[in-house]
């Protein structure tokens, strides 16, 4: 068993790099990614940071919101958040796997080829006999398929996908050991060694929209966890819109999905009968795999639910109009859950998750969400669900999608590399094998899994000596320098984590081009000082600059040719 783990271990680390083109492609470089994603949905300047190197929000450079972390038993000092979204092998290297225990409709194996989000869909929909959901986007993974499965033409009773959020392989490689089910699924099953995220901005809800339509952020329209809306003028979220004057009052929707879903396509196709449950705990991410429920032509209520953005309990809810929430997880507040891994003064890893007031004691909610009471949450109220709603039970093939959010908080608040996300991702590992080892019994072992990510993350820049930068104050400089109009109208609309949103008209009014603005980013330095990285005196002593150069590669969308 040591040999076994030992050995996928160096297949995981193996498989961070990046590999040579030939003709069985392995790779895409970051310019094919922006061809792939520019459209009428992205920006019109696609940006690469160094590696290593990304942007925060302004509030996120501020102390209140740093953590320190533990690595290896040593403690590091508070500093601001690790993220992810751009176009590097620590963002876009993650694990698709498909796995059955019969082998009737997988063909187990190590494949070089490679493949992409938008490959999960098409491949499902072959198992299950039903056209790909989207127009354009992905291909069937073959190599996969076992020849059987196309004999018998019957589906398994229930397919299980684990979108896990964050677990890319820089995760798993972090962690030795502390995955064992995972890598049990990556040891046994079809596993695509060069899967590759294949767009920008590298976020949740770009990753789950891809996995679940098969196509590409031009045809689905989820360009970002927040995007710029033409009509507008703004950013907003994507599959969580709330519009409106009492924006908290309005529900997240799947209106500004613009492509079917597997899950669909599915529904229709048997006339509702599969069970369709899709448990994250945001919105962007369950809308993204349980697709448009009642919204879409002639499809019932399906199950979506995510945690409650409003509340500061951990309870769970839908959008009503277009889902239906399983009896299991209502009123379920988190709160015993945490009980369960604090210390008596409320602390996990000296973090302070229960506040002790003056009546009575609360859960600090901005922190629960990284630990693994939120893995042990969700997992005890899915295992009901599956109970519940008999998830296996019957002939009619059942989708079940799982997002494990806890390990992309924790990623975010301490550093993937961090003790606490090891001990979050193997939570989420013992929570995934709970779930698998009930749907083999109610479905008789009848069943198949996919086992993937929506996206990496970058090592954290007090371990890298990368660094950050206030993405508004980039865009604050951008206008200082290009917008000298005083007419309310901003020639830089919005930066995300990889694309900027320009109104050229503004900008060719105040007689600069397109040109002129790359030019600037090129040279547009960072600063290796506080509030960008806490150890900054010691990267300086390592000879890092006091101000470098940030961005590796600047790319107008009009300069990139279809592919």
Known sequence: MNRMLVGLGSLILSSLAVAKSSESKTSLTPREIFRKTAGQWSGDIFLLPKKGNYMLETREFEPRFWHKSHLKGELIPAHPKSTHGVAWDYDLKIPIVFYDPSGRWINAGQFEELAVQQDIAPTLASILDIPPPAKHGGRVLKSALSSRQSATRKPPKVIVTFVQDQMGRQYLAAHPGRAKFYESLIAKGAHFKNASVAHVDVETSVGHAAVSTGTWPSEHGVAGN?????????????????????????????????????????????????????????????IAMGGHGALFKDSAKTYVTWMNQFGSDGSWTTEEGNYQLPSSFKGQLIEPWVKDIVDKEGRWYGHLLVKSGEKSKEVDDDLISATPAAVHQQSALTLKAIEELKIGIDEETDLLWLNTKATDFCGHAFGYESDECGDVLTAADDAAKKIIDLVEKQSGGDFMVVLTADHGAAPMPELSGAYRIDKSKLRSDLNSTFDKRDNNIEAIQVVTSSQIYVNEGELMANGFTMQDVAKYLRSYKAKMDLPFNARHEFWLKKGKLRDAVFFEDVVLKSDLKPM
Do not use: C, E, M
């Open 226 to 286: 927040y995007f710029f809306h033409g009509g507008l003028w703004r950013q907003i979220a994507a599959l969580g819109i709330q519009l409106g004057p009492d924006a908290s009052s309005k529900s997240p929707n799947p209106n500004f999905l613009f492509s079917p879903t597997l899950s669909d396509v599915w529904s229709i196709a048997r006339k509702n009968k599969p069970v369709i449950l899709a448990v994250a705990p945001v919105p962007r991410a369950a």
